[in-house]
């Protein structure tokens, strides 16, 4: 192993593919996803879903529990950066967040919910999600948070349907049985 010290200098006169190559050598050694500024090609093809194209989308969906499951990833919060207006999401962190076998189901799913989101808009060039090389996708900051939005909205559902929890400390019934006084 060989180390190296660069001034700020140094790197700010290295031709450019070096100092690509030293981002991604930084962030690959800090556990972060490589700058997608450079990489995200046709960022002007994703669109920002609002909650009403969520909503929609999610109705186009719901029969497929995996899809949904990515679905409902792609509205989880990261802490990885990205370019302005979009955000970062691993295709690995969905996959164990999902319960997948493989990234081929995460890439399925992520298709079938692009193809729901384009019938939706009527336009196919458009899309909900965009790849970034092989572990990472975007999607809008906008989308996210619809997304978020809409799981917010169902937990909260869900908490007001679900039944009062038992109230341990009643008294117990005359005639019960105190399963651990029997011999």
């Known amino acids: ?43 002007e093809l994703l669109f920002s879903a609002s909650q009403e194209d969520v909503r929609k989308i999610f109705e186009a969906i719901r029969g497929s529990l995996p899809v949904l499951l990515v679905f409902f990833e792609l509205g989880r919060r990261n802490a990885a950066g990205g370019p302005p207006g979009m955000a970062v999401v691993s295709l690995v962190k969905i996959l164990a967040h999902a319960k997948l076998s493989n990234t081929d189901q995460v890439l399925a799913a992520l298709r079938i919910i692009d193809d729901a989101a384009a019938k939706i808009r009527n336009d196919p060039t458009s899309h909900i999600f965009l790849r970034y090389g092989q572990d990472y996708c975007v999607v809008a ?12 909205e169902f937990a909260t559902e869900h908490a007001k349907a679900a039944p009062a929890p038992l109230d341990m400390s009643a008294n117990v019934p005359p005639g019960a049985i105190h399963l651990g006084q029997m011999r």
């Open 1 to 43: 192993m060989v180390g190296i010290i660069l001034s700020l200098e140094q790197i700010r006169a290295a031709p450019l593919e070096v100092r690509r190559w030293l981002e991604a050598e930084v962030l690959a050694g800090l556990g972060l996803p490589p700058n997608m500024i450079d990489q995200v090609t046709e960022p």
């Open 141 to 152: 900051e906008q989308t996210q948070r619809s997304i978020a939005a809409l799981w917010e």
